[in-house]
Nanobody, 116 residues
Framework: QVQLVESGGGLVRTGGSLRLSCAASGRTFSNYPMGWFRQAPGKEREVVATINWSGTVTYYADSVKGRFTISRDAAKNTLYLQMNGLKPEDTAVYYC?????????WGQGTQVTVSS
């Protein structure tokens, strides 16, 4: 059974940094793309960043480009999101995602709150 567990969220001031982690278990994830999504109150879930299976190709939403960095450690089966220059509009629940053979798997989410 695939399990994703996010951690690293919290309360930070504008301009601060956080590093999110997503620990994956249940199988080997190194062959599949992974991503971070977020959902703010009253808004739909949106993609933040994605990374391919080898970690060589990344995608960032325009709103986070230049501030966030996605990475993965295959040996640890862990996905990361380094978030710098945080803004109040980054406040949301952040979710880890992996797509395996047409099925999407999600973690429980971790809350990020940025105060102005």
């Amino acid at each position: 059974q695939v399990q994703l567990v996010e951690s690293g969220g919290g309360l930070v001031r504008t301009g601060g940094s956080l590093r999110l982690s997503c620990a994956a278990s249940g199988r080997t994830f190194s062959n599949y793309p992974m991503g971070w999504f977020r959902q703010a109150p009253g808004k739909e879930r949106e993609v933040v960043a994605t990374i391919n299976w080898s970690g060589t190709v990344t995608y960032y939403a325009d709103s986070v480009k230049g501030r966030f960095t996605i990475s993965r450690d295959a040996a640890k089966n862990t996905l990361y999101l380094q978030m710098n220059g945080l803004k109040p509009e980054d406040t949301a629940v952040y979710y880890c995602n992996i797509g395996i053979r047409g099925s999407d798997y999600w973690g429980q989410g971790t809350q990020v709150t940025v105060s102005s």
